[in-house]
């Protein structure tokens, strides 16, 4: 089992459109939690953390339930240049102090006009 | 300020060669991560550098070794090439003790 389980997807969405992506981890001791947004042929680039008490940035929710081991990212009215791939991300701290990133395979998201 | 800069954008090697692939990160960082990173997947964790040591490991094979400066940039090498090795590499730069990391562009590595 991968530590980190996204949707498949692909997503393909007209503009406008509410669009949610859900993401799972293992590892119970993971202590943060992110979504990455990675361009076609680009470098992944922070999107926006995950709390428990859920934040929200503009037109996008991030949502993390630890009991569940869920993380979730709500994209409202969506935009063409949201078009891009969506990484769940989560970070555990090794007894070395290192903060790896464990990365879920990416969820592609197109918008349609 | 620069961000993470890595070199080269592109390589293309044959199986059974080596190669060194570099990495500057942002000003300010201490910390540099490597993370392989195959078509149609999430990046791998490579390993991670912290005072020019090895902090930690991913699940990669000895013939993918590293090493940090004390200008805090790094490289990656990796030994005995093979097809499956083709993937874009990705350096992290970050603060120690903090969470954020911000990525280079990436090389591009074929092996034929």
């Known amino acids: 089992r991968k530590e980190v389980e996204q949707d498949p997807g692909p997503f393909n969405v007209p503009e406008g459109a509410t669009v949610a992506f859900n993401c799972t981890y293992s590892n119970s001791a993971s202590q943060s939690f992110f979504w990455y947004r990675q361009d076609c042929r680009k470098e992944p680039k922070l999107l926006m953390s995950?709390?428990?008490s859920g934040n929200e940035d503009g037109r996008f929710t991030a949502q993390l339930n630890r009991a569940s081991q869920y993380i979730s990212l709500l994209i409202r009215d969506s935009k063409l240049s949201d078009s891009a791939t969506y990484l769940c991300?989560?970070?555990?701290?090794?007894?070395?102090?290192?903060?790896?990133?464990?990365f879920g395979s990416g969820t592609q998201l197109t918008v349609l006009p | 300020d620069a961000g993470v800069t890595q070199s080269p954008t592109h390589l293309i090697k044959t199986r059974g060669q080596q190669v060194t692939l570099r990495c500057s990160p942002k000003s300010g960082h201490d910390t540099v991560s490597w993370y392989q990173q195959a078509l149609g997947q999430g990046p791998q964790f490579i390993f991670q550098y912290y005072e020019e040591e090895e902090r930690q490991r991913g699940n990669f094979p000895d013939r993918f070794s590293g090493h940090q400066f004390p200008n805090y940039s790094s490289e990656l090498n990796v030994n005995a090439l093979l097809l499956g090795d083709s993937a874009l590499y990705l350096c992290?730069?970050?603060?120690?003790?903090?969470?954020?990391?911000?990525f280079g562009q990436g090389t591009r590595l074929t092996v034929v």
């Open positions: 995950v709390y428990s």
């Open positions: 991300v989560v970070i555990a701290i090794s007894s070395g102090s290192a903060r790896q990133l464990t």
């Open positions: 992290a730069s970050s603060i120690a003790g903090t969470h954020e990391a911000f």
